[in-house]
């Protein structure tokens, strides 16, 4: 046999006995990480992002907003590349601290009217996420970041004329509706406190 195709043969071998852990390298300080994939827990093609602080988020466009959080690492896609027939959710290298439910959890005057919700996009800068969508045709840009302490996840919505006059509604089953007030600046910010992390 060739000694080329020995070698190869050997190292696939050897690959398919001892699999490497897709897992996402660690962040810069402002870097924000992306995959769209299979995500447990969330509809096919739901965003994971990794926030600065070891903050990541399962974001599920279908239902129009964050499934859950978990703190430390980001993903493993062991289970999803290289693609095969038997093709499993993505593993959290980290624990749940934070879960929501519910359809369209972000709603225009009335909480209790599950509004019509179109995802057109995102766009990542250093240390934040910003996602882009109509409720009920009103166009909404959500900002998802990290606090600096990692205590909390902090959204800040931002409407165009139409929409920062109305009153807004944030639902999610099993919570009784909190009203979305704006600041001083025009947003709408919504914090989420997360668990403090135990040490290593």
């Known amino acids: 046999m060739n000694p080329r195709l020995a070698a190869s043969a050997a190292l696939l071998v050897a690959a398919a006995q001892f699999p490497l852990a897709l897992a996402q390298p660690r962040l810069a300080p402002d870097e924000v990480q992306i995959e769209r994939t299979m995500l ?7 965003f994971a992002f990794g926030l600065p602080g070891g903050v990541n988020v399962c974001y599920d466009p279908v239902r129009g907003g964050v499934n859950y959080i978990w703190t430390g690492g980001f993903i493993d896609l062991t289970n999803i590349r290289p693609v095969n027939k038997l093709i499993k959710a993505a593993d959290l290298l980290g624990p749940v601290v934070h879960r929501e439910a519910g359809p369209g959890p972000l709603r225009r005057g009335d909480a209790a009217r599950v509004p019509v919700l179109e995802f057109s996009g995102y766009t990542l800068r250093p240390g934040v996420v910003e996602l882009r969508y109509t409720v009920d045709g009103v166009p909404v840009r959500e900002e998802l970041r990290a606090a600096p302490d990692g205590r909390a996840l902090v959204r800040t919505f931002r409407f165009d004329r139409t929409g920062a006059d109305s009153r807004w509604w944030f639902v999610v ?16 910010v919504l914090t989420t406190p997360l668990p403090a992390r135990s040490a290593p």
Request: glycine share 14%; charged share 15%; hydrophobic share 25%.
């Open 40 to 46: 447990p827990e969330a509809h096919a093609g739901s």
């Open 173 to 188: 089953d099993g919570q009784p509706p909190r009203a979305v007030t704006p600041q001083a600046d025009g947003t709408f």
